[in-house]
């Protein structure tokens, strides 16, 4: 499985970003999909996940700002980030899994946002 993910950049706080990620090859095997996040000198962080069958979790920080969506026969995940943050620069990594409880099978080129405030 591949990932690509494009729709990062710089933004000024409040601003909004959308992430897209494309899943090709063996795509049949790919139940959850999603996005990490990675800030200088920090953990890689789980931002949101969405499940084949549209289950959706969160992380406590994005809840009520971002959106993920998914569309299954484009094999595709959205992330839709409105009223962005400083807090929220990061290079944020695409990923998919084999399972609905895990999200860590397959990763994607990361992408940038920079948000300034």
């Known amino acids: 499985v591949q990932l690509q993910a494009s729709g990062g950049g710089l933004v000024q706080a409040g601003g909004s970003l959308r992430l897209s990620c494309t899943a090709s090859?063996?795509?049949?095997?790919?139940?959850?999909m999603g996005w990490h996040r990675q800030a200088p000198g920090k953990q890689r962080e789980l931002v949101a996940a969405i499940t084949l069958d549209g289950r959706i979790n969160y992380a406590n920080f994005v809840k009520g700002r971002f959106t993920i969506s998914r569309d299954n026969a484009k094999n595709t995940v959205y992330l839709q980030m409105n009223n962005l943050k400083p807090e929220d620069t990061a290079v944020y990594y695409c990923?998919?899994?084999?399972?609905?409880?895990?999200?860590?099978?397959?990763w994607g080129q990361g992408t940038q946002v920079t948000v300034s405030s």
């Open positions: 090859g063996s795509t049949s095997s790919i139940n959850t």
């Open positions: 990923a998919a899994d084999r399972t609905d409880y895990s999200l860590t099978d397959y």
